[in-house]
Every structure is written in structure tokens, then in C-alpha cells.
T-cell receptor, first 112, second 115 residues
């Protein structure tokens, strides 16, 4: 049974720092991995999707990497800003299934 | 409208009421999902309509009843709910191929309060 863990559960940093958020999964036979952002009381916003054959994806200040063999993904946020404050969730899907398995998230606060 | 929309955004209902949540996607996707998000708990998948089939989470109580009349619209019918059903209900959609699901897009959610 696939399990997804995110560390740390919460993070508070000053503006301008570079950050790394971690996501671990127990079954390496994944189809893809997706990173989301969620603001309080709102829906999830898709940030990056990495297919199982890819090693990384980039969008602006965000870079996500995937190491399937070790069951890990990292989300790197460069030059953090207060507007980056949110909960970040990773989720994995497997081949020929309809389910995304979510981690419990990392709550990020970036203060000025 | 673009993306995934949900109505209403907020709903307060009594335990004896019947109400429905609506979701609409304008992305040409062929799979739609209902999730429940309670405070301090991981997202819980409730129902999936994918490749013209319904896939259920058997732990979802029968007081929740989904309906998917076509690939763009999804409903969640609610009746005789309990206070513990108060949560954020999220709809999502994606493209589903025979190999798996692609990027999933979420709506803004319906905040449900059961009194």
C-alpha cells in the first residue's frame, strides 16, 4: 500500500531564503508525482507534475526533482517571498489507477 | 468560465436537509473526483468517475450520493448528514488514459457546515 510522507510538517523562514520541501513515498512504481499549493480554506493549485521517466521539472522559482529508486521528491523554492506562504502537498499516482495518494503537507510561512 | 468551478462556495444545512453540490469542468477532461478535506486530516478521495465508470471509496457513508450526467458535470447529493460531515469538499478533474491519470486540477471547494 502506497504511503506518502512530507517533512517537515511546518516551516517558518524569513523572506529571501531558498527552501527545500521533502516528499517520500514507499512504493517506487509510480506513474507520476504532482506538487500542489493550498491557501487556507481554498482549493489546490497544481504547481508541477513529474512523470516517472523524468528527473525534474521547473516553473519560475520552483524546481521539483524526482528520485524514484529512493522514493523521494523535493520541491525547491528559490528566493522565498511572503506570498509563498501556504500548505504544499505532494501526491503520487500509480499505473492504471484512478487514485492520487496525498501526503499530509508542509505548512510554510515566509515572513518579511 | 475556465478551469474547475464549484457551487455553492459555502453551505450551511441542518441534519434533516437535502442539498446538492455542483462541479463543472471546462478543460475537456474525462475523469472527475470528489474529495473531502477535514481539519488536520489528509485529503480523502470519496468518488471517482473515470473512463465512464464510477469508482467508490467503500468507507463513504450512503448519505453521500454522487451523480455524473456527462464528462463535464459532477454532483454530490447530500441527505441526513451528521455534524462530523462538516468539511471542505473539493472537486477535481483530469485526463485519464489507459496507463494512468495526468495532471489533476481542483476547484475552489465548498465549505459545508452541518448544524
Amino acid at each position: 500500500k502506497q504511503e506518502v510522507t512530507q517533512i517537515p510538517a511546518a516551516l517558518s523562514v524569513p523572506e529571501g531564503e531558498n527552501l527545500v520541501l521533502n516528499c517520500s513515498f514507499t512504493d517506487s512504481a509510480i506513474y507520476n508525482l504532482q506538487w500542489f499549493r493550498q491557501d487556507p480554506g481554498k482549493g489546490l493549485t497544481s504547481l508541477l507534475l513529474i512523470q516517472s521517466s523524468q528527473r525534474e521539472q521547473t516553473s519560475g522559482r520552483l524546481n521539483a526533482s524526482l528520485d524514484k529508486s529512493s522514493g523521494r521528491s523535493t520541491l525547491y523554492i528559490a528566493a522565498s517571498q511572503p506570498g509563498d506562504s501556504a500548505t504544499y502537498l505532494c501526491a503520487v499516482s500509480s499505473y492504471n489507477t484512478d487514485k492520487l495518494i496525498f501526503g499530509t503537507g508542509t505548512r510554510l510561512q515566509v515572513f518579511p | 468560465e475556465t478551469g474547475v468551478t464549484q457551487t455553492p462556495r459555502h453551505l450551511v444545512m441542518g441534519m434533516t436537509n437535502k442539498k446538492s453540490l455542483k462541479c463543472e469542468q471546462h478543460l475537456g477532461h474525462n475523469a472527475m473526483y470528489w474529495y473531502k478535506q477535514s481539519a488536520k486530516k489528509p485529503l480523502e478521495l470519496m468518488f471517482v468517475y473515470s473512463l465512464e465508470e464510477r469508482v467508490e471509496n467503500n468507507s463513504v457513508p450512503s448519505r453521500f450520493s454522487p451523480e455524473c450526467p456527462n464528462s463535464s458535470h459532477l454532483f454530490l447529493h447530500l441527505h441526513t448528514l451528521q455534524p462530523e460531515d462538516s468539511a471542505l469538499y473539493l472537486c477535481a478533474s483530469s485526463l485519464r488514459s489507459w496507463t494512468g491519470i495526468a495532471e489533476q486540477y481542483f476547484g475552489p471547494g465548498t465549505r459545508l457546515t452541518v448544524t
